[in-house]
């Protein structure tokens, strides 16, 4: 059992440092009512102020970990067993997906990773260990030796998906590394650096932005095309695009050490400052979309506080600053614009857009919960490593 825990020496003090302890309490109150009223159920986005049961309408959803993440993080901040109880229960109702198979794929880390591995993290559970690994070896099964990636999506035969890459999926490739950790199996961290660097070669751009898809060749690898995918259109910068890379990259260089991932890490972590302080330090959903209307999207936002606090434990203390810095401001306007802590209504944060064209926008969705819980623990150096 690995529990890999870094800490930066980042302090933040006086009127900052109250600010984070309201909200930590705020948030404990928040939490612990929902977790009293969510329980088992797998919550997605508010309908009316209210979760409904998103497991229940489709269990292999890829976004179905995220509350038992939030959980786990509450578990291990608190050691109160109700979060623990229901996580448990959330982590058994996701076999069904696990051992159903259809609905499975790029995004089995996203599922397993808060669930699973968390409790094998925590409590060292064997079912959970294995859960883990089954998981693992689903995202192993995906890789395309000819292109070097792990495919996206399913679809048809006929559907040309067998050639699709996302960045998002930098982000679940670290359930491959755990997988190597606990096994001593090479073969799936071989297969997440191998991703990591075609990432690096295809999806990323020179000026720290990043593709959301790639299209290969699934034959022969040859990149054809690079649509617009959730973002306006094919050469605009998504904005949780660019935080599933800038996080993602991060979380490679700390399985890996390899310099590159770093040093890529930072590149689109300055894109991604650059662009977020213009607008008040929460992201525009696309950085290049046209000037109206003006959409925000809270969940970018999110996940790239924890990156850019990840590369905050990475790097020298000449440099850390810089990061830590701009991860807190990302926080506080966030939380200060978008946070709702009425506990009658579920959600902690709005303003989560899921894409630029359709889908919900502007609304509380659960992953942007996760990486608020994530990041303010990181915050307290109260978190547990999920990644």
């Avoid at 329980?39 to 986005?45: F, L, R, T, V």
């Avoid at 006929?158 to 090479?186: F, K, Q, R, V, Y």
């Avoid at 961290?189 to 060749?217: C, E, K, M, W, Y």
């Avoid at 399985?255 to 894109?271: F, G, M, P, S």
Wanted: with cysteine; hydrophobic share 40%; net charge negative.
């Amino acid at each position: 059992m690995t529990n890999v825990q870094k800490r930066t020496n980042t302090e933040i003090k006086g009127a900052d440092q109250e600010w984070l302890e309201q909200v930590w309490n705020n948030m404990q109150a928040k939490m612990s009512t929902e977790c009293a009223r969510v329980g088992e159920n797998i919550p997605y986005i508010p309908v009316n102020g209210r979760y409904e049961d998103h497991g229940a309408k489709n269990i292999s959803w890829w976004t179905n970990g995220f509350w038992g993440g939030m959980l786990w993080q509450m578990y291990h901040a608190t050691g109160e067993d109700a979060y623990r109880a229901a996580a448990e229960k959330v982590e058994v109702r996701l076999d069904a997906a696990l051992h159903g198979f259809d609905g499975l794929d790029h995004d089995v880390g996203f599922l397993w990773l808060h669930t699973s591995v968390a409790n094998y993290r925590l409590t060292g559970s064997t079912d959970s260990r294995r859960r883990g690994l089954h998981a693992a070896t689903v995202l192993a099964g995906r890789y395309n030796p000819a292109g070097r990636y792990l495919r996206a999506w399913n679809g048809a035969p006929d559907s040309n998906l067998a050639g699709w890459m996302i960045i998002d999926c930098l982000m679940n490739i670290p359930i491959l590394h755990w997988a190597s950790e606990e096994t001593g199996d090479p073969r799936f961290r071989d297969i997440a650096i191998s991703h990591a660097d075609t990432a690096l070669r295809t999806a990323l751009r020179p000026d720290g932005s990043s593709n959301h898809i790639v299209i290969f060749d699934p034959n022969d690898g040859r990149v054809l095309e690079t649509p617009g995918g959730q973002g306006f259109e094919s050469g605009s910068s998504w904005s949780r695009g660019q935080a599933w890379a800038l996080y993602g990259m991060a979380l490679s260089h700390r399985h890996t050490e390899k310099q590159e991932y770093l040093d890529a890490a930072k590149r689109i972590a300055h894109y991604f400052i650059a662009n977020s302080a213009v607008t008040g330090w929460i992201p525009l959903v696309d950085f290049r979309s046209p000037a109206e209307p003006v959409t925000y999207d809270t969940t970018a936002a999110l996940c790239a506080v924890c990156g850019l606090l990840e590369i905050a434990e990475a790097v020298g203390e000449h440099e850390r600053r810089l990061y830590a810095e701009a991860a807190l401001n990302i926080l506080q306007a966030v939380e200060r614009k978008f946070a709702n802590w009425n506990p009658d209504e579920d959600g902690m944060i709005g303003g989560g857009t899921v894409a630029y064209h359709d889908g919900e926008q502007e609304v509380p969705i659960i992953y942007g919960d996760y990486f608020f819980v994530e990041a303010v623990l990181r915050f307290r150096k109260r978190e547990v490593h999920l990644w």
